[in-house]
């Protein structure tokens, strides 16, 4: 599984509202359980189990908050653009790639996170997303 | 006979399910020894792990997991080949999929590679990348892609 085969218009939030960490990741973890009809508290029990274990801020303005979990089905991204730097474990971040997977998907989440760190890799991509209005350039952005 | 021996590459997909019965039908209809090879992506895991997006104990655990899909898929292969009475060798292996297909086709003496089916193309960005499309690129010996289609399951199920 890739970026383009993860990525679902209803599963992207532009821009992101939260102004800290915490409320970031929930907002993104709210999104998740809302369309996919997920447990929030457990989600958001298992990502915060994962950021205790070291931050997912990557550098270059990105994170990705990921865990596996029991009640999940399948691999599943959330993306969020913030118009404004978050300050994440000292990192300033602007994108934020959420990625919860069932335990049993660990070939597809891996390369679900790779395909991630691929598109990431480029400054360009990374700044036509941060430049992103709506969930549609985000679709383009990544699916061109 | 025209293949000797036979070797398809199967990954964590469906279409490698497919690709996996296809071959053994050849494999039985041509009297052919069948090789099935399944490559662990612990270079992704690698990569991931340098680029600080895991942490030491998610390394550790995400390749016992990706093992453990491994064996899974083996598994369910050998059980389909063994329907067919068809001999298979199964081999698993570590590392990044378009290197060690191409070593195991030359260390083996393959002459056929059988394939699942390349996805369509969504992404110029993604088909650069994909390890299937390398697979195919860097081949050196003549390769065979299954297409995913229902025919491929009732050839299996009528074929006893």
Redesign the interface.
């Known amino acids: 599984m ?4 993860a990525i679902e218009k209803d599963l992207i939030i532009v821009p992101v509202k939260g102004t800290d960490k915490n409320s970031v990741l929930e907002e993104l973890v709210t999104c998740l359980c809302k369309v996919k009809n997920f447990d929030k508290a457990e989600v958001m029990e298992a990502i915060l189990d994962r950021e205790k ?2 931050s ?1 801020a ?2 270059n303005g990105v994170a ?1 908050p ?1 865990c596996k979990m029991e009640n999940v089905k399948g691999v599943n991204l959330v993306i969020g653009v913030s118009p404004n730097t978050i300050d994440y474990d000292d990192s300033e971040v602007r994108l934020f790639f959420l990625v919860v997977a069932n ?1 049993d998907e ?6 679900l ?3 991630i ?3 990431c890799s480029s400054s360009v991509l990374r700044n036509m997303l941060a430049a992103s209005k709506t969930a549609k350039e985000v679709m383009l952005t ?3 | 006979m025209l293949f000797k021996k036979i070797l398809v590459y199967v ?2 997909s469906e279409s490698a399910v497919e690709a996996a019965m296809y071959s053994i039908l050849l494999a039985k209809e041509n009297k052919t020894k069948l090789d099935v090879l399944y490559v662990v ?1 612990t270079k ?2 690698s ?2 792990y340098k ?3 895991f ?1 030491d ?2 390394k550790v655990d ?1 390749e016992r ?2 093992e ?2 491994a064996d899974k898929y083996i598994r369910h292969i050998k059980r389909m080949a063994l329907k067919k009475q068809v001999e298979v060798n199964t081999h698993i292996v570590n590392g990044n999929a378009p290197v060690e297909v191409n070593k195991y086709i030359k260390d083996n003496a393959i002459d056929l590679l059988v394939l699942p089916k390349v ?1 369509n193309i ?5 088909e650069l ?2 390890d299937l499309d390398r697979i195919l690129r860097t081949s050196k010996v003549p390769v065979l892609i299954v297409r995913a289609d229902e025919e491929i399951w009732d050839k299996f199920d009528e074929d006893r």
């Open positions: 890739n970026l383009v085969e274990l070291g997912t990557i550098g990705i990921h335990n660990a070939t597809s989440h891996v390369q996170l790779s395909s760190a691929r598109f990544i699916n061109n | 990954d964590n992506d992704s895991v990569d991931l680029a600080h997006i942490v104990i998610e995400y997991d990706l453990h899909d996805s969504r992404s110029r960005r993604e990348t994909s």
